[in-house]
């Protein structure tokens, strides 16, 4: 799983990339928000739909580690979710919750 997980990590970032920078920059893109607080509150709300997501699935990803395409596929129903509707980046905001859900899956293992 570690293995799987770390290869789609240098997919994305590269190899010795920082998942966090890459994080705070796509936020740029999809979250526009100019309040400090709003644009704070926003990014919980979507890492925190992420969080509930993957615990929904974690039996599933655990027993079979995610692929580049499995990520995208549940990267997808996410961004439809009815609350993340306004968000107009839809590109960075997938990009985003792909990397997110490396992030989250990788500490838990």
């Given at each position: 799983?570690?293995?799987?997980?770390?290869?789609?990590?240098?997919?994305?970032?590269?190899?010795?990339?920082?998942i966090?920078?890459e994080?705070?920059?796509?936020?740029?893109?999809?979250?526009?928000?100019?309040?400090?607080?709003?644009?704070?509150?926003?990014?919980?709300?979507?890492?925190?739909?992420?969080?509930?997501?993957?615990?929904?699935?974690?039996?599933?990803?655990?027993?079979?580690?995610?692929?580049m395409?499995?990520?995208?596929?549940?990267s997808?129903?996410?961004?439809?979710?009815?609350?993340?509707?306004r968000?107009?980046?839809?590109?960075?905001?997938r990009r985003?919750?792909?990397?997110?859900?490396?992030?989250?899956?990788?500490?838990?293992?």
């Amino acid at each position: 799983m570690r293995k799987a997980l770390d290869s789609l990590k240098e997919r994305y970032v590269g190899k010795g990339g920082n998942i966090d920078e890459e994080l705070k920059s796509l936020i740029e893109n999809w979250n526009p928000l100019v309040a400090e607080q709003s644009k704070k509150n926003l990014i919980e709300d979507v890492n925190s739909a992420i969080r509930d997501f993957l615990r929904k699935l974690k039996r599933s990803l655990y027993t079979k580690p995610p692929d580049m395409e499995r990520l995208k596929k549940l990267s997808a129903q996410v961004a439809e979710y009815e609350g993340f509707e306004r968000i107009r980046d839809k590109e960075s905001f997938r990009r985003y919750i792909e990397l997110y859900m490396i992030k989250i899956l990788r500490k838990n293992v």
